[in-house]
């Protein structure tokens, strides 16, 4: 996982959990510039945006941070709303995936 998603491990733990107790500290830190402790090698991939070192230690745009808090709230929404609804797998659905699972090992 990049370091860079790897950030947004204790945010997405507070929206989960407690959602009022992000700071704008927690965004500020997010976006700000972090030494990265091993200098980054300009001459290799530098068209490798992917590269675990290199995102290390650039900080998230406000704008891709706003997206990836949107999609992180909308998940937990998600989720809160089957979990208050009581949604259920189907008796039906199991069967399905029974039928399916045996066509495909013969």
Do not use: F, Y
Request: proline share 5%; glycine share 2%; charged share 15%.
């Amino acid at each position: 996982m990049p370091e860079r998603v790897r950030q947004l491990g204790p945010l997405n733990a507070l929206l989960a959990h407690q959602p009022w107790r992000v700071t704008k500290e927690m965004i500020s830190e997010l976006t700000r510039k972090h030494k990265s402790s091993s200098p980054r090698n300009n001459n290799n991939n530098n068209n490798n945006h992917h590269d675990g070192d290199s995102s290390s230690s650039k900080p998230w745009l406000i704008s891709h941070l706003v997206h990836a808090v949107v999609i992180l709230c909308q998940h937990h929404l998600a989720a809160a709303m089957v979990l208050t609804l009581g949604v259920q797998h189907d008796a039906d659905m199991q069967t399905v995936r029974v039928c399916v699972s045996a066509w495909h090992r013969s």
